[in-house]
């Protein structure tokens, strides 16, 4: 399984981004698939995750400002980040977790500047 997330990049205080996230290889048809993401010393943290269900956990950090979404028939994963804070800051990672496998995307920057 490989996992390619993209959509970071550098946005002010209040503006939004949106993280895609898109799963190759084998396919299973129960998983859950979620964001992390790990900011400079700091250790990595849950954002949200979605099982292939549809059922949502959010970090209370990211409520009421992200959603996450996706599709199992493209599996594909994005989260849509809106009011952005300094605070969220950080390397997003997607993952994929699935028959006790965890997997990991490469990452990708997230900047909000004050």
């Known amino acids: 399984v490989q996992l390619q997330a993209s959509g970071g990049g550098l946005v002010q205080a209040g503006g939004f981004l949106r993280l895609s996230c898109a799963a190759s290889?084998?396919?299973?048809?129960?998983?859950?698939m979620g964001w992390y993401r790990q900011a400079p010393g700091k250790e990595r943290e849950l954002v949200a995750t979605i099982t292939s269900g549809g059922r949502i956990n959010y970090a209370d950090s990211v409520k009421g400002r992200f959603t996450i979404s996706r599709d199992n028939a493209k599996n594909t994963m994005n989260l849509q980040m809106n009011s952005l804070m300094p605070e969220d800051t950080a390397v997003y990672y997607c993952?994929?977790?699935?028959?006790?496998?965890?997997?990991w995307g490469q990452g990708t920057q997230v900047t909000v500047s004050s």
């Open positions: 290889g084998r396919a299973f048809s129960i998983n859950i």
């Open positions: 993952n994929l977790q699935v028959a006790s496998q965890n997997y």
